[in-house]
């Protein structure tokens, strides 16, 4: 029969009530955030916030701190930094921005002089009508984006009303996501089933990536863009906030993050100073901040190594940040972890399901895992 191949697969691996539920958990979860996400964003960033504090609150409870005592202290550390944001490095970079949009059509117009002089160095490469026509796609591109970002600096009711209800509601929803997470995960555990021993031991293993992975991330992120704003502030580099951010953000993006924010950098400090000095050393600083990061930051940050490849980290980053965005693209690689221990759970053709085996114990059959010798 045709089906019968399909038959075999299927009992060999979902014939463990174990297996079965933890994909349909998944599954009910993957559709949750698919549909759900955008109406459910402050309460999963919040979920994600909370997450990433309770690393801090669980070391305090270990050095015998009372809970609430720790959670009072960590959260008000946490709302002093998120102020600090949005009083101090917010207003700076939105004002860099304004300046940067302002200064780019005279880049683009000494770029155009420079440019202009490549056809006569090399006519056989490259014509003046070809460099007319790429400024003239450049100015278009930059006037689409200086219309978008006018666009959303032009606050509409309903934008002020959201950024009101996020800076209230997040806080209060990370606090008791906090205070009472046992009350929390007991009510969730009522409705789980009492065997779970597949889903206890998937879990375990993807929270110690998640865990390791996204605060050491985050810790990263705040240490690259600290040390690029000293950096830049210190060789007098215009739009020095606003060029950190972004190299402090790059990060969470491997292998492509900084090549893409190495060019505008660059690019800023040649219009800056051209081929002096200042750019050479700038450059040079620079190099130097990559590979601090790369090989002396991320290992001691990160304790346990993500063991994937640099494909599916590839491919997670497109299909995640396709699907979610800005929370895709940062927890891609936790989520490609999260599918390769799934994976991993399901037996493999050479061995039996843990259902198989169990029947074979009650028959009173020796458990044999083929291939075994």
Do not use: C
């Not at 045709?2 to 691996?13: A, E, G, N, T």
């Not at 031991?201 to 704003?229: C, M, P």
């Not at 040079?284 to 790369?294: H, N, R």
């Not at 799934?342 to 083929?370: C, I, R, Y």
């Amino acid at each position: 029969m045709p089906l019968h191949p399909f038959k075999r697969w299927f009992r060999r691996y979902f014939s463990d009530p174990q297996i079965v539920f933890l994909v349909s958990a998944l599954l009910i979860l993957f559709a949750v955030l698919l549909f759900l996400g955008r109406m459910l964003t402050p309460v999963l960033a919040s979920i994600v916030i909370a997450y990433l504090l309770e690393g801090v609150v669980g070391l305090l409870v270990r050095h015998r701190w009372p809970r609430l005592a720790a959670v009072l202290v960590v959260f008000a550390l946490f709302m002093l930094f998120v102020l600090s944001m949005l009083l101090g490095v917010l207003p700076a970079v939105s004002r860099q921005i304004s300046d940067l949009l302002q200064q780019l059509p005279g880049m683009l117009a000494h770029g155009q002089q420079l440019l202009m002089q490549l056809p006569e160095r090399y006519p056989e490469l490259l014509t003046e009508a070809q460099v007319a026509e790429l400024m003239s796609s450049a100015r278009r591109e930059v006037a689409g984006l200086g219309q978008q970002l006018l666009s959303l600096s032009l606050s509409s009711v309903v934008g002020v009303i959201t950024l009101i209800v996020y800076l209230v509601l997040m806080p209060l929803l990370v606090f008791f996501f906090l205070k009472d997470k046992e009350l929390i995960l007991n009510w969730f555990s009522r409705w789980l089933p009492r065997h779970r021993a597949v889903a206890d031991d998937v879990w375990h293993k993807v929270d110690q990536q998640i865990s390791n992975y996204v605060r050491g991330k985050v810790w990263e992120i705040l240490v690259v863009w600290a040390v690029s704003f000293a950096t830049f502030s210190l060789f007098g580099l215009n739009y020095a906030m606003l060029l950190s951010v972004l190299v402090g953000l790059s990060v969470i993006i491997p292998y492509i993050g900084a090549l893409v924010v190495t060019i505008p950098l660059l690019l800023i400090a040649w219009f800056q100073w051209g081929w002096g000095p200042e750019f050479i050393w700038l450059a040079i600083a620079y190099s130097v901040i990559q590979t601090l990061d790369g090989n002396v930051l991320v290992p001691v940050l990160f304790s346990e190594v993500v063991d994937l490849h640099p494909v599916a980290i590839i491919v997670a980053i497109l299909v995640f940040g396709g699907i979610w965005g800005f929370w895709g693209v940062f927890f891609a690689i936790p989520l490609a972890t999260l599918v390769q221990a799934l994976l991993g759970a399901f037996p493999h053709p050479a061995e039996k399901s843990p259902a198989a085996a169990g029947a074979d114990l009650n028959t009173g059959k020796e458990p044999s895992v083929q291939g075994a010798r």
